[in-house]
């Protein structure tokens, strides 16, 4: 991974971005940790932020603007940002980023992991540090993730349909608190109007699991790709019988899965594992608006035919 020389253009947005944050902040008589508690994050987070070395969520932007009301401030700035000008990707990654950008729809199967379009900073963090241990390289990592994701997760982002192997979900990654943050942002996510999560559980008897995580990339002229990785390089290939097998296999794996909704209250289910007691009660209440309905996304899982199983604790 590498990175340009900073530039002073996104060093000053976010510096900008940031004193905004502090003056409605202060005008509002809160500490930063009062602010931190209606949000709800850690207190840490809201330093970095306004000090201008933390890029803030856009769901962290609408939540100040509606605590601190501002009006729509800082949504409006942030949105108008270039967060991650400094970014440099692999050269064997750059035409992924490419695609990413231009893609009208971006169709994932993962096995292992959150996908990366929707992981949560610490949970990059996490990741990252397991895999690397150098700071500066995982920093410059999760810079270059997160930068990935601003498309994505705007209004007019692409389809993007993810199916998760429910080992993506149980495999733990940092901590308890690290996982129940990541679910809780798989939750609030998969409710965007381009996205959907999809769950492949453990108790899928008879369902054929790809071996490996592929992603069919569609581009705005309809030509499709499908790529896939192998260590540190990237695979493409739009050989028209290898895109029929893997898309064949792609759309029978869906209609296998569990649909958004009930994929959604297993995700609750799995959160609840995740509970360590650290969670404050301003934390638990913004949750509980954040999740889905359980009651009603369970009953639609009553409805299934049900097979004996054992799972394993997180």
């Known amino acids: 991974m590498r990175r340009n020389a900073e530039g002073a253009g996104g060093a000053s947005n976010a510096a900008l971005f940031g004193e905004v944050l502090r003056h409605y902040r202060e005008a509002a008589l809160l500490t930063q940790e009062a602010l931190a508690r209606q949000i709800p994050c850690d207190r840490s987070q809201v330093a970095k932020i306004e000090a201008g070395t933390r890029v803030p969520s856009d769901q962290f932007a609408k939540r100040c603007d509606e605590v601190l009301e501002t009006g729509g401030v800082l949504a409006r700035i942030w949105a108008k940002v270039d967060w991650y000008p400094q970014v440099v990707y692999p050269d064997w990654f750059e035409r992924r980023v490419q695609m990413d950008n231009e893609a009208t729809s971006i169709l994932q199967y993962l096995n292992n992991v959150v996908p990366g379009l929707m992981q949560t900073e610490e949970y990059m963090y996490e990741l990252f540090k397991g895999a690397i241990g150098d700071t500066v390289s995982v920093e410059e990592r999760v810079r270059a993730r997160l930068s990935r994701q601003q498309r994505i997760l705007s209004p007019d982002g692409p389809l993007y349909v993810a199916v998760l192997d429910e080992s993506c979900l149980r495999r733990v990654v940092g901590s308890p608190s690290v996982m129940r943050n990541q679910l809780a942002h798989l939750l609030a996510v998969g409710r965007r109007p381009n996205i959907r999560v999809q769950v492949l559980p453990f108790d899928s008897p008879g369902v054929a699991r790809p071996a490996t995580p592929m992603t069919l990339i569609k581009l705005p002229d309809g030509h499709e790709w499908l790529y896939s990785e192998s260590l540190d390089l990237g695979h493409f290939s739009d050989e028209p019988a290898i895109l029929a097998r893997h898309r064949r296999t792609y759309d029978v794996l869906r209609a296998d899965t569990l649909s958004a909704r009930e994929s959604a209250a297993l995700i609750s289910d ?25 009651s009603q996304l369970r009953r639609l899982r009553r409805n299934r035919p049900r097979y004996p199983r054992t799972r394993p604790r997180p």
């Open 270 to 294: 799995l959160m609840e594992g995740f509970d360590d007691g650290e969670q404050s009660g301003s934390e638990r209440s913004s949750l509980d608006q954040e999740q889905p309905q359980r």
